[in-house]
């Protein structure tokens, strides 16, 4: 009986990660291990390529090996943690306490050493896993496939905007703010002024141009990220409308 317990805590921790996507900003030699646990890893090499890979397709885990970033680690994890059900570990050099402490003020889930147990790691990101909200992504993402095509949405309390066919677009700030009001009045013309009001907190001193701006680089975003062209439409002389 003590024999067969055995087997099935081994067969459980084999699988433990799966079906968990594992995103390591550094080396995939930290992270290869996690594939026997039945995870999905991926490398990266920089945290600019980290969030255009998010704004495609979207991960559970994101580990970040701190000596490979040029970033502010702070203002990293500030960012990444906009995403309540993604979690943020940081691979820090043991030898710098203050370094783990900025990360863990910043809003990191853990700090680890930069090359960690492969053990340690996994038991790590499993504990992690369980206490994130919401299926793993690669659940979600064959749920999605398994519904009719539909349209334009914005989702994660409006961090994210989901195109027809199920591609994500992580928002910066400023896009949440201009799309939520598109999208709370689709086919209606939202005035310019609105939407300035929802941009900034001085609109007086705000440059009506600097909306065109974001517009252009929206679509540009959005249609290098999923294919499809953003329906928006400027009103001359008004605002904008959402034509959905």
Excluded at 62 to 78: G, M
Excluded at 216 to 241: E, K, Q
Aim: aromatic letters at 4%.
């Amino acid at each position: 009986m003590q024999q067969q317990d055995n087997i099935m805590v081994g067969v459980e921790r084999e699988l433990a990660l799966a079906p968990l996507r594992i995103w390591i900003v550094g080396s995939l030699d930290v992270v290869q291990p996690l594939v026997w646990h039945g995870a999905q890893v991926h490398a990266l090499d920089s945290i600019d390529a980290l969030y255009r890979e998010l704004a495609i397709v979207p991960c559970d885990i994101v580990l970040i090996d701190t000596s490979q970033i040029r970033e502010d680690v702070a203002s990293t994890v500030a960012h990444l943690r906009r995403r309540d059900d993604l979690g943020v570990v940081l691979l820090v050099d043991p030898a710098t306490p203050e370094a783990v402490a900025e990360g863990l003020w910043a809003g990191a889930d853990a700090c680890l050493p930069q090359r960690p147990s492969s053990n340690v790691l996994a038991a790590k990101l499993y504990s992690l896993r369980r206490r994130l909200p919401g299926e793993p992504a690669q659940v979600v993402e064959a749920s999605a496939a398994r519904l009719p095509e539909q349209g334009w949405m914005l989702e994660s309390d409006a961090w994210d905007l989901r195109a027809p066919g199920g591609s994500l677009l992580a928002l910066t700030e400023a896009e949440r703010a201009f799309l939520s009001l598109l999208f709370s009045s689709p086919s209606e013309t939202v005035a310019r002024e609105r939407l300035i009001e929802a941009l900034t907190d001085q609109p007086w001193s705000f440059d009506p141009h600097r909306i065109e701006v974001l517009v252009h680089r929206l679509r540009n975003r959005v249609r290098m990220a999923t294919g499809h062209t953003l329906p928006i439409r400027a009103v001359r002389g008004s605002g904008y409308r959402l034509t959905v």
